[in-house]
């Protein structure tokens, strides 16, 4: 079994298409995020929440839409895709959204295998 | 904010020890060290967390000295398929405290190669 699934695994579209990707994890977490990976491989947050509430928003476009119809889901909507967005995005969860100070966890993320998007 | 430092990349062969030192001078009270692996295609795994000293699992042992200004991951007896990214982490991770997401936030992390 998959803990954080992600599709689609690849994705190619043209420029001012909208797009989505979509995560689900079945470890019964609280937490979920979105992260970018770039091709220099700089892997960035974007987003995160915890049981459906919106919690970190990292100066992300407004046409980055992140959605989370249930702790086990969240899905990410990309409106008007411009050839910067090609990316590797990965979803992961979390336990919690805080780590072994408060929590008594490590705070471990999972991640998903990542979504290529290839923006022409 | 606690950034952190790593080298972009290291080499090294079989069965040799492997340390990756990770410099975070601006590290908090309540911040961990955490560090993770990610291989080609693949989302980043933990590999392991600490607070201060030593600590060890069956992957790994992460070595923090007093002032907890830098920390050292040492992987033993390495082979092929260590062969990875090393990103090390520091923060809270905890949104709400205001310490926003650094604790969340991967740098460049170390290139890892491991020759026969």
């Known amino acids: 079994d998959t803990a954080v699934s992600q599709t689609p695994k690849y994705l190619v579209t043209q420029m001012g298409n909208d797009k989505s990707i979509k995560c689900e994890q079945n470890?019964?977490?609280?937490?979920m995020y979105w992260y970018k990976q770039d091709s220099k491989k700089f892997l960035k947050i974007m987003f995160s929440y915890n049981n459906k509430e919106l919690i970190i928003n990292e100066t992300v476009p407004n046409r980055f839409s992140p959605k989370s119809p249930d702790k086990a889901h969240l899905n990410l909507h990309i409106n008007s895709l411009e050839l910067g967005d090609s990316a590797v995005y990965f979803c992961a969860s979390s336990l919690h959204p805080g780590t072994g100070v408060l929590f008594g966890n490590t705070g471990e993320l999972f991640f998903g295998e990542g979504s290529r998007l290839t923006v022409l | 904010l606690a950034k952190t430092t790593q080298p972009i990349s290291m080499d090294s062969y079989e069965g040799q020890e492997v340390n990756i030192t990770c410099s975070h001078n601006n590290i908090a009270t309540n911040d961990y060290i955490t560090w993770y692996q990610q291989f080609p295609s693949q989302g980043p795994r933990f590999i392991i967390q600490?607070?201060?000293t030593k600590v060890t699992n069956e992957v790994a042992s992460l070595f923090i000295p007093a002032d907890r200004k830098s920390s050292t991951l040492s992987l033993p007896r390495v082979s092929l398929s260590d062969t990875a990214v090393y990103y090390c982490l520091v923060g809270d991770q905890i949104p709400y405290s205001g310490g926003g997401a650094d604790g969340l936030t991967f740098g460049k992390g170390t290139h890892l190669i491991i020759q026969p």
């Open positions: 600490g607070y201060k």
């Open positions: 470890l019964g977490h609280d937490t």
